[in-house]
C-alpha cells in the first residue's frame, strides 16, 4: 500500500517537473490527467520489466534482478532527494500589485502539489502577504489573491481543496523592515506552512 | 452643544475614562497658512490653591496653533500678561502685531473648576467674546480643548475639533505586539483599549462616538469587532465563513458596510445593525474594498481592482450601479469623502511615492496634498472637513503626520517609540 502510494507520488513528481518544462500558467487542469497517465505509465513499465525478469531466468548465466534492484533503488532515492530539495522552498514571491505565481516558483510547487496528492492527510496553510506600499485593506485583499492563486495552482495539479487553507495578513506580517525594492521584494510572497 | 457641557460637567460616562500622564503623541507643526491670524493667549491667572495640574492656556494655545489658522504669539515676548478686561493696553498689542488676545481666569471651588475668559479685538480695541467653562480635575484638558473649539468656530467659521478623539493601532518593530489607543486629537491622555499579538486594522467610529469597530486577526483571519468605548464590551460583529474586514458605519449609524470574502473574491456587503440581515452589493470577480459612506447615506465609495489596478468607485446602495470615480494613475485607493460630500480624499501613488490626495467630486480636480512625504496610507478625516490624518514612514518608522484638505496647514504627530498606523478620526461629539 506504502509502495503504491510512493509510486504515485514519484510518478506525479517526475510527471509535475516535465510539466514544469513545458507549461507556462497554473490553471492547467488537462494536466492533471497528464499526470495520471504519466504515473500509471511508471508503473506500468515497472511492471514489465519485472516480467522481462522473470521470463529472462531461462538463462542461468544472466543474473539481472540484483542490478535491477539496485538501480531502483537509486531512482527512488534520487526522487525522493529531488521532491524533498523542491519542497524546501515553502515562499514564493510576487511582483507589485500583482498575484501571478512566478516562472520560478512553479517547479517547487508542483514538488508541494505531488506530496499533497500523494499524502491526502497533509494540510497546509498559504498565508499570503503584501509589501507596505499601497493600503492596508487592498493589501489585505492583495495577499489573499496571491495564496488563492496558489491554492488553485496546487489543485490544478493534484493537491485536494481540503487540504489547503488560505489566509491573508496583507502589509501586517512583513519578514522585511525596511523601505525599500529588496525589502518589499521579500515581503510580496506567500508562505506555504505545513500543519 | 448641550452634550458637551454636560460632558464637562461630568455627566456623561464616556468622558469619564481615566486620566494618563504622559502622551505618546506630540504635535509638530510643520506648515502653516500663509494668511494665519496672529493671536496671543495670555497665561491664564490661577486663584486655586497649590499649583494648576494642567496648564489650561498652554494647551489652548497648541491647540489654536496646530491648526494652521493662527500663528501664537510666544509668551516670552509679551510685554503684560492682563487677566482681566481693564488690564488691557491695546497700544502694546498693537505693537507686537497682534490681531486677537484671550485672557482669562481659573479658579477653584468645591464642585470644581472653573474658567472665564475674554477674547479681544485688538484693533477694534473691542471685546469679541466673553465666556465660562466649568469642569472636574480630571477633565482640564477637556475644559482647554473647549475653549479652543469655541474660538476657534467663532473666530474661523469652522467648528473646532479639537475635543475630538483619535483611534489609532501601534505596533512594536517585530510585530509582535498590536495596541489599539484611544487619545486626544492632539495626541495627548493616550488610553489602551485593546492589545493582541495579532494584527489589528481599519478601526472605524460609530457615528454616536460610544462604540468603535475593527478588524482583529486573532481568529487566525481577518474578522470585524466591536468595542463600547466606556465597557470595553467586544462582540464579533458577522460569523460568515472566509474573512470580514473594512468596517464603516452608515453615518445614521444603522449599517455596517464591510467587505467578506470567501475563496479570494472579495466583495462589498451591508449590515443592517437591528435585524442583522447581510445584502451584498457587489459581485464582481476583481477586488472590491475599502467601502465608506458618502454622507447621504445612499452611497458608498470604494476601491476595485475591476478596471486592472485599484480605482475608486461610487456605488449607489439602491441599485447597485457603480461608476469609476478617479482616472488620474495607476494606484488610487482607500477613499474618504470630507462630511459636506465636496471632497474625495485618498492614497495616491504618483511615481515611485505614495502620497494623499484630494479630489473635487463635481470638477474632478486632483491635488496631491502630502508632497513632503512618502508611504501615506490610511487617510481618515476630520469631522470638520479641514484635516486629513493619516499614516506615513518617518526615519524607518511609520508615524502619524495631518495635512488640511486644502494642503495649506500639516502637522506631525511624532511618537516615542514603535509604529503608529491606521489613524480613525472621531465624530464631534
Redesign the interface.
Known sequence: MQNSAFVKAFGLGLGALMVTACSSTGDINEDNSELTTKAETTASENNEANEVNTNNQVDPTAIPVDTDKVAGEELEAQAREAEAALMKQTVFYFDF?QSTIKQDGKAALMAHAAYLSANSSARVVLEGHAD???????N???G??R??AV?RFLMANGASADQLE?????E???VA???NEASWAENRRVVLNYR | MVTRTLCLLGYVLGCLLAFSARAELVIEVTQGKQSAIPMAVVPMSWSGEGELPEDISAVVENDLGSSGYFRMLDQANMISRPSELDDINYADWRNLQQDFVMIGRIAQDASGYTVEFHVVDVAKRLEVLKHRVKGKASQLRDIAHYISDYIFERLTGIRGVFSTKLIYVTTNRERSRFNLNYADADGAREQLIFTSPHPIISPAWAPDGNKVAYVSFESGRSAIYFQELATGKRELVIKMQGSTSAPSFSPDGKRLAFVHSKLGNPDIYVLDLDSRNIERLTNHYAIDTEPQWMPDGKSLVFTSSRAGGPQVYKLDTATKSVDRMTFQGNYNARPRVTEDGRKLVYVHQRGQRFHIASQDIRSGRVQVLTNDTDLDESPSVAPNGSMVVYATSEADRSILAAVSVDGDVKFRLPSKYGDVREPAWSPIF
Open positions: 500589485d507596505e506600499r499601497g493600503t492596508v485593506e487592498y489585505l485583499a492583495l489573499e489573491r495564496a488563492m491554492r488560505v489566509v491573508s495578513f496583507g501586517e506580517r512583513p523592515t525596511g523601505h
